[in-house]
Structures are given as C-alpha cells and as structure tokens.
C-alpha cells in the first residue's frame, strides 16, 4: 500500500491575519505556519492505513522554500519520503498547482510505481478553494471523491464514507484512486521526540514542475469586518441569582 499525501503551508489557524497595504499578499512578519487542518488529518489517515495493510506514505507540497519544515513533521508522524515542489511566488492559482502537482506524481511513478491512493485535504485552510484535489485526480484519470469523513482498504477498493443532510454516503472506488479527507476524521497525533530526530535524517526531494497559469486571478484580499462583543457582569455571589432566573425567563427557558 503506497500513500502520497499533498499537503500545504498556510498561517496558523486562529493567527491574526493581516494584509500588505496593497491587498495583494498576507503580511507574514508575525505568523506562525503549519500544515493545513484537513491535510493534517490527511496524514494520520494515511499513516493508519500503512500501519494496518503495510506500505509506506510519501508527503508533497507545492511551496516556498520553509515548507520543508511542514514536510519535516509529517515525516515525524509517520510518513516515509518528503518531497518539495519549490516555487518563489507566495502561492499559485488552482489551474497552476495542479498541473504542476500532476506532472511531478506522474514522474513518481514512473520512477516507483503507481500510488494506490493520493490524498488531499478537504480545502486548504487558506485559499478554501475546494480546487486542487478534483483537478489533480481529472488529470491523473483517478475517481475521486471529497468529503471523506471515512476511510478504509478492501482488498483492491477504497471505501470511503462522506455525510450528507440524508445520512451517509458510502463509495467504493477502485484504486489507484483519489480522496479529499475532511478534518474530523480521526484525531493526528503528536510527533514524539523519536520522530522529530528522524525527521531531520530524512532526505527531502525537490523536484522542479512548471505549470501554464490558469484563468483564476486573486484581484485583492481583503479583511472581514471584527465583531465586536460586550460581556455584561450580571452579579456576583448569591445576589446575583435574581438577575440569571430573569435572563433564563427571557431567553424562553423557563415557561
């Protein structure tokens, strides 16, 4: 069972977010980086997969230089090889990254064989585009489904489970084939001391791709407005009990 999981740099979730004077980049003098929530899960899915059938999982991004340092803690967590596709824009648009992420698995498995599952965050935390994975696996000719809040091996099939209003949704796709994970999949796990020290051992490929720049074009970014809230005290001790039985009374929970 060969995994490759593509994952992608993006400010910290909960990170104050602010934007260069021009709207045309994050200002990241002052943010942390991490692993996109969903591609997190991504991993850990992928790492149990390879810990119940066997096999080995294979981490890639497409980013500048420091994202080695996201592929370093998947590395750390129980992915096999890392490999780096450097570029020195801050990000490219969906058409791009995929192209250029397609070509670069392509020559993977050229090289190694095919992956029996290519995996993908739901969206990325950034951009929430909802883009990459579907386009990645239309060029690679791979059924995909996004969604997954389940998955698992049987035999030469992937069974993948989404929510719907309805219920659940169950696929089975034969592989190699191409899943977008939801975060709340399973719980990642923390790197351990031991896996931090490997991951610095491990050699991290980079691999150039170019892509054609595709019709998406980011115009300018722009803050949503701060919701400002109030906290009012209605008291403290036991005076204050009036004052909570009368709010209860408003809010309709009393009748």
């Avoid at 890639?60 to 590395?75: K, S």
């Avoid at 489904?145 to 209003?165: F, H, M, T, W």
């Avoid at 949704?169 to 490997?198: F, Q, W």
Wanted: hydrophobic residues 40%.
């Amino acid at each position: 069972m060969n995994i490759l999981v593509c994952v992608k740099r993006v400010p910290a979730p909960g990170a104050r977010i602010n934007i260069t004077e021009d709207g045309q980049a994050v200002d990241t003098a002052f943010l942390g980086f991490t692993v996109s929530p969903h591609e997190e899960c991504a991993v850990e899915q992928a790492v149990q997969l390879v810990e119940k059938h066997g096999g080995e999982v294979t981490v890639l991004t497409l980013g500048p230089a420091e994202a080695e340092e996201q592929l370093r803690t998947a590395v750390s967590v129980g992915a096999a090889k890392a490999v780096l596709v450097p570029i020195t824009e801050s990000d490219w648009d969906p058409q791009r990254t995929a192209q250029a992420i397609a070509s670069v698995i392509t020559d993977l498995e050229n090289a190694n064989g095919k992956f029996d599952l290519v995996l993908f965050g739901n969206e990325s935390a950034d951009s929430c585009g909802y883009q990459v994975g579907i386009r990645v696996a239309l060029k690679l000719g791979r059924p995909m489904v996004n969604g997954a809040k389940g998955l698992d091996i049987e035999g030469s099939v992937a069974k993948v489970r989404r929510e719907s209003d309805a219920g659940q949704e169950i696929y089975l796709l034969p592989m190699p084939s191409a899943v977008g994970v939801k975060e709340g999949i399973n719980l990642p796990r923390y790197p351990t001391m031991k896996g931090r020290l490997a991951s610095k051992k491990v050699d991290v490929t980079r691999t150039e791709s170019t892509g054609a720049v595709g019709g998406l074009k980011m115009i300018q970014l722009q803050r949503p407005p701060e919701r400002v809230s109030n906290t009012q005290i209605l008291g403290t001790g036991p005076e204050a009990a009036s004052a909570v039985v009368d709010l209860l009374e408003e809010l309709g929970v009393f009748k």
